[in-house]
Structure formats: structure tokens, C-alpha cells
């Protein structure tokens, strides 16, 4: 390979980008666009569920209880009602997502048997957040629960050990909060990036082909290799720019704890890169069409990086065939990368594996475009 060659096609397609509104618009806007709908949009956090009560006792014992509701980060009591029909008319209408019901003889059954129970009406249309909505409401009770087993014990005189023989002290490492945009957001770098990075290069080769330049270039000297990595630079050079964008935004305005080190981080990203700029071109290559090439990598990039990635899904809660088949998806590996160097500070030596598989595969992909690509018309 010649520089000057490289350097000439290094220009040529740094034109063609100036001039084409549609890759600045998929490099520029794309990523600012898709980081804020995106990091804002996609919240695993339920919070302040609205609930609606129907307190058919009216005790002091049952008040207190759904102040333990009112009071939880999770639920918002949005109406009381005072039959089962309102309740059931709030659920319908998705004024509220449960209903808690205490029963009639709530304190009664309290303070003779010392148990009893709280019926949860939940609204199973969507039923991951049934599901959390049940595990909260849970926990509220078994609180208030614990509570008035210690109060009732303490007026006997008994001492406390007797409730609580053994207490679980929890202490969650490197998502301490536990907020979900915290794995979202980083995950959400490498999808934008996989998006944008395939969409550019999707446009090189066939636009060459539509525009009728394509003899041109094959008049020309250049090899084949030397056409390829001409045009990947320019791209790569904005990939890094939109992940210093996405990384910037990431870490400053999202909040997302940085504890890696930038060395480890900009190795794996170029190496992400370049798998997808080099599927881009492939599609770019095989397909003479633009509009084709760009669905086409639209779908090999975006849904798997979307679906099997672990982004999402918990690979590991993901059917036992289906993880087999996120071994083959180059986003899974570049996933695992950015949460782990964002959130646990890892380094390259913590990541020799996902690392490793990122290398074969743009060696893989990049070998596949080099070899597709031959300066011939037909």
C-alpha cells in the first residue's frame, strides 16, 4: 500500500461526505438525537407507581399501613375508593396500576393471631411491571409487618433478638444506587455507535456504483486495499468523535460513574469500530444500491445490538439456544467492555476475553470486505 494513494482516497471521500447531507446528518445529528431519547426514554426504575386503596376497615392500624405506601419512593396513592367496582373501574381506565384492599377485620386478626392479610390487585397488561409492582408492595407490607411484631413484643417486655435472630446486611458494589441508567447508558454508546458506524460506510462503494464514478476509480491505480482503507479512515475518525461525544454526555450530563481509564476504553471502541465501519462497507460492496445497503446494515446492526447484546435482555435469563447465538453478535462483547470499564474500572487485563473476541472479529470482517471488493465493473 502507497500513503499518497491512501491519502488521495482519505480526501476524495472526506468531499463526498461534505457534500452529502445525508451522512452528515447520520454522523452529527444521528448520535446527538438517539443519546438523549434514548438515555431518557429507557428507565428501568419504576417509581411512584399510582395505586388506588380501598381501606374496608378504617382503622388506625390500617391508615398506617398505606401511609407506609404513600411514604414508599415506589407507589403514589392516585385515588381511595370506596367499593370494588371504583376500584375496578380505576384499574380499567389505568388510573391506577394496582389496588391495595386491607380487609374489614385487619386489626383484629392483627392483634389476636398476630397475621393477616393484604390483598394486591394488579394490572397484568404489562406484567414486568406487575411483577415489580408485587415485589414492592411486599416489601411495604413485610416492613410495616416487622414493625408491629417488634412494637408488640417490646410492650411484653421481650427483647428484640427474638424477632430479628438474623438480619441480612446488603452492600451492592459498583451500581450503588442501583440505577438502571447507569448499564443503560454506556450499553447505549455501543448500539449508537454500531447504528452510525454501519450506516456511513453502507453509503461508499454504492454510491460510487449510482453516481456512475465507479470507472473511474477502477481506471485508477489504487488497489483494492488501499480503496478500502481510504475510505474507512475518514469514518473512523468520525466514529471516534461520536463516541467521544456520546462518552462526554455519558459521563457529564447523565451522571454515569467513569472509573476505567481512557486508554483501555479508546483501544475497544476503535476495535468496535472497526467491525462495524468494515460490515458497512461489506454490505456497501455486495449491494449496488444505497438505499438497499443502508437497510440492510440497519437491520444486521441495530436489532441484534438492540436484542441480543445483553443491553436490554439479561443474556443470561435469555432461552439456552438464543445465548449460544449472542456468541456471534460483535455487540455483546463491546457491551460487556463499556459497563464494566464505566462502572467497575476495569482494565485490559480484566478484559483480555471480550477483547480477544472483538479482535477476531474485526480481523474477520475487515479480511471478508478486502476480499468482496474487486476493482471490476461486472
Known amino acids: 500500500m502507497r500513503v499518497r494513494r491512501i491519502k488521495a482516497m482519505v480526501v476524495k471521500e472526506v468531499l463526498q461526505v461534505w457534500r452529502d447531507p445525508r451522512s452528515l446528518i447520520i454522523a452529527l445529528l444521528l448520535p446527538f438525537t438517539q443519546m438523549f431519547l434514548f438515555g431518557y426514554g429507557i428507565n428501568l426504575d419504576l417509581k411512584h407507581l399510582p395505586i388506588c386503596t380501598f381501606d374496608r376497615e ?59 392479610s393484604v390483598q394486591a390487585i394488579l394490572d397484568g397488561t404489562d406484567d414486568n411491571t406487575a411483577n415489580i409492582a408485587l415485589g414492592y408492595a ?24 427474638q424477632v430479628l435472630p438474623l438480619a441480612v446486611q446488603s452492600r451492592v458494589w459498583f451500581n450503588e444506587d442501583l440505577e438502571s441508567r447507569n448499564f443503560i447508558v454506556p450499553g447505549l454508546v455501543a448500539v449508537i455507535l454500531a447504528l452510525v458506524g454501519a450506516q456511513l460506510t453502507a453509503l461508499t462503494i454504492s454510491r460510487e456504483w449510482e453516481r456512475g464514478t465507479m470507472e473511474l476509480l477502477v481506471s485508477t491505480p489504487v488497489t483494492s486495499t488501499e480503496v478500502m482503507v481510504g475510505k474507512l479512515i475518514p469514518y473512523l475518525v468520525l466514529g471516534w468523535l461520536d463516541a467521544a461525544f456520546c462518552l462526554i454526555v455519558a459521563a457529564l450530563w447523565f451522571d454515569v460513574p467513569f472509573r476505567g481509564t481512557f486508554a483501555t476504553l479508546f483501544l475497544t471502541t476503535t476495535l468496535f469500530l472497526i467491525v462495524v465501519l468494515g460490515i458497512g462497507y461489506l454490505f456497501s460492496v455486495l449491494i449496488h444500491s444505497q438505499i438497499g445497503a443502508s437497510q440492510i446494515a440497519l437491520v444486521a446492526t441495530l436489532l441484534p445490538a438492540m436484542l441480543l447484546s445483553g443491553y436490554v435482555f439479561p443474556i443470561d435469563q435469555m432461552p439456552a439456544f438464543i445465548q449460544k447465538v449472542t456468541y456471534l453478535i460483535y455487540a455483546r462483547y463491546y457491551v460487556t467492555i463499556i459497563k464494566a470499564i464505566f462502572l467497575k474500572g476495569a482494565g485490559i487485563a480484566d478484559l483480555l476475553a471480550p477483547i480477544l473476541f472483538l479482535a477476531i472479529y474485526a480481523l474477520a470482517v475487515v479480511a471478508l470486505a478486502a476480499r468482496a471488493f474487486r476493482k471490476r465493473l461486472a
Open 138 to 161: 411486599a416489601t411495604v407490607v413485610t416492613g410495616y409487618s416487622n414493625d408491629v411484631r417488634i412494637s408488640a413484643l417490646a410492650r411484653q417486655g421481650r427483647a428484640l433478638q
Open 58 to 116: 378504617g382503622s388506625q392500624f390500617s391508615q398506617d399501613l398505606l401511609k407506609r405506601f404513600q411514604a414508599s419512593l415506589y407507589f403514589a396513592i392516585a385515588e381511595n375508593v370506596k367499593t370494588y367496582p371504583q376500584l375496578a373501574a380505576a384499574i380499567d381506565r389505568g388510573d391506577c396500576q394496582a389496588g391495595i384492599v386491607i380487609p374489614p377485620d385487619f386489626s383484629e386478626r392483627l392483634n389476636d393471631t398476630g397475621s393477616t
